[in-house]
């Protein structure tokens, strides 16, 4: 007796290919068939040759259909129920290649049409069915997968998309129709030569890749994997041999298949035959998100507040050449070891990430010795007082798989932030150029203070707050070809500067105006950015620097009043957890720090050129 004899059966892509020796196995097994696709001329001559051929009564009807198209499905539906009184397979065979290229070339409507296609199509397929399915408390549905859905297939990705879609599909549609005993699965036949084949050896190797291409002539050549293995699986999937069998992807070459009936169990009480996730254990690896272990240098304000944004991370040392402010440090945050010097610090305690926060003319030996011994560094900006301290740090990091960071925390505020958001969104078109000032109006004794040491310091006022500007302007402009300016000491009785102003440009005429001050009486930050088509306006730092505030001026057409959208952010600052935090995530990702040392060598060259113009010759 014939397998299928008496099964009523619905095939989608039932033309051609896979789908039309599908349609001649299951006639040739008795069941009655509803054929469709939308070439509706070679459906009708597929069907008459069937006709001709059968040696039994079945009935084999054809419908034209587009199944991404749910007037065309359910009319499908209603024909095959009004025919045969009842449908019990579905099988789910329809699909397309889709456009060959990568994703930012092709044709998107045809990437589109794919996805309409393979995903929902077939969504659409099951959908007109199921109620019928539901209501008769049986059914089967198999759905045509493939090797897409279990590897990426670049140059095809509508198709590769698509059918891993329709393999979760199919998982979670078994579930949903467990209690009815209705049974999904989804099947992969097999390299087949079909005309999927001829299309990925028309549109060639710059089309398909070579890789892909030349797979594709082997294929060609040694005639694909048999039709029937795949046909003969789904018999199987269609008899009640393979009942309680579902949400599987099941590999027509591959897979055991013919034991099935017999392991059904097995099987269903386990997660093989579905796609998921691959843990490292299962590959007898063991990766877990490391703590990092952080050591701070530097024990003063800064060291402080680098303390308090230390977030998923543990603070295990401080080191101070003054003893007592790192004991001080320690006892505020859990009373850790601490040191006088980092040399004995790394000797005695296993850290990770070491946050430098020392005095300028520190910091770049700081640096060595800790990429030296494999440490990833946070280091306060400018990370030195000269572009040369920095050479070779770049090699050396990458020789140790080290990270570096740059503390230009300015970045991170809030208003920069969103204000980088909307110019990578083009809201004001190209920049024409920045005008940045920042100043303070320090404080009594600032003269006598290690900032006022050039030996210290490297500068003045132009080291010190204009690096950030400067910092802040690569940032949204890049490199600077021209660099002119001069740097001046108006009022503190010191040996550095007091003021700077500085017109840098890069090789597009893009400019940037800067102007730092430590003689602004009141205390203030203002960083503007002109584009074609708007500003964006940023005040204030918080505290006393005023609330911060960034206002995006969007122009008109008309060139009129700009449509105006403010945000402020009174709240305290997050730019130093949140600089942490990215910190954490270069290296967890192991993505490039930005900024790093080459921000900071190209920031430092800025400064020493205007400080040789202006005569504070502090390298000589």
């Known amino acids: 007796m014939s397998q299928l004899a008496g099964k009523s059966v619905i095939i989608t892509g039932a033309n051609q290919g896979f789908g039309l020796e599908l349609a001649k196995v299951f006639a040739r097994e008795g069941a009655n068939l509803l054929l469709c696709a939308r070439d509706v001329e070679k459906l009708r001559s597929a069907c008459e040759e069937m006709e001709q051929d059968k040696e039994t009564d079945t009935k084999i009807l054809y419908k034209k259909v587009n199944i991404s198209n749910w007037e065309d499905l359910v009319s499908l539906v209603d024909y095959g129920l009004e025919q045969f009184g009842k449908i019990d397979v579905l099988i789910a065979n329809a699909g397309i290649y889709g456009p ?43 759905i ?137 254990e299962e590959r007898g690896k063991k990766m877990e998100l490391k703590i990092m272990n952080v050591a701070i240098v530097g024990c003063g304000l800064i060291g402080f507040k680098r303390a308090q944004n230390i977030k998923n991370a543990n603070l295990v ?70 572009s040369a301290e920095l050479e070779g740090f770049n090699e050396l990091a990458e020789r140790n798989h080290c990270k570096v960071r740059v503390g230009f925390n300015h970045r991170y505020h809030r208003a920069f932030r969103k204000a980088l958001a909307l110019f990578n969104e083009n809201a004001i078109g190209k920049i024409m150029f920045i005008r940045g000032r920042y100043g303070h109006g320090g404080r009594v004794g600032y003269e006598k203070e290690w900032r006022a040491i050039p030996d210290i310091s490297g500068g003045g006022e132009l080291i010190d707050q204009g690096s950030h500007l400067i910092d802040l302007s690569r940032m949204f402009l ?42 602004e009486w009141k205390n203030m930050f203002s960083f503007e950015i002109y584009g ?18 960034l206002t995006f001026y969007k122009m008109s057409a008309e060139m009129g009043p700009p449509e105006t959208t403010s945000w402020e952010y ?47 010759d502090y390298n000589s």
């Open 532 to 549: 074609h088509t708007g500003k964006l306006d940023i005040q204030g730092l918080g505290g006393s620097y005023g609330t911060e505030k």
């Open 478 to 519: 890049g490199n600077f070809t021209e660099v002119s300016g001069h740097a001046a000491t108006y009022f503190w009785d010191m040996p550095v500067d007091d003021n700077a102003f500085l017109n840098l440009r890069t090789s597009e005429g893009q400019t940037a105006f800067l102007q730092v001050s430590s003689t």
């Open 144 to 280: 045509l997968s493939g090797g897409g859905a279990t590897k990426p297939m670049p140059n095809l990705s509508a198709y590769a998309v698509s059918k891993a879609g329709v393999v979760r599909f199919a998982e979670t549609l078994a579930l949903e129709l467990q209690e009815f005993n209705i049974d999904v699965n989804s099947i992969a036949p097999g390299a087949l030569n079909t005309r999927l084949l001829e299309e990925i050896l028309e549109a060639g190797p710059e089309k398909v890749g070579k890789a892909f291409y030349e797979q594709s002539l082997k294929q060609k050549i040694s005639g694909g994997s048999p039709m029937e293995k795949g046909t003969s699986l789904c018999v199987f999937l269609a008899t009640e041999l393979s009942n309680a069998i579902s949400g599987r992807l099941i590999s027509a070459i591959w897979d055991p298949w013919p034991q099935f009936a017999s392991l059904k169990e097995e099987i269903m009480e386990s997660d093989i035959y579905t796609l998921r996730r691959i843990v490292p």
């Open 100 to 142: 060959k290229g990568s994703i930012e070339e092709v044709n998107w409507d045809e990437w589109s049409d794919a996805i309409d296609i393979n995903l929902k199509g077939t969504v659409l397929t099951c959908r007109a069915i199921i109620p019928h399915m539901k209501a008769r408390q049986a059914g089967k549905i198999i």
């Open 317 to 386: 040392a401080c080191v101070d050449v003054n003893l007592n402010r790192a004991k001080l440090l320690s006892d505020k945050f859990g009373q850790v070891p601490y040191f006088d010097s980092m040399e004995e610090m790394l000797d005695n305690v296993e850290t990770d990430i070491i946050i430098i926060c020392t005095p300028h003319n520190l910091l770049s030996d700081l640096i060595k010795t800790g990429l030296e011994k494999g440490k990833h560094i946070l280091v306060e900006k400018p990370a030195g007082r000269f």
């Open 570 to 616: 009174p709240m305290a600052d997050d730019s130093w957890s949140f600089e942490f935090q990215s910190f954490l995530d270069d290296i967890n990702q192991n993505k490039t720090s930005t900024p790093g040392i080459t921000d900071a060598v190209e920031n430092l060259k800025i400064i020493n050129k205007i400080y040789k113009l202006s005569g504070y």
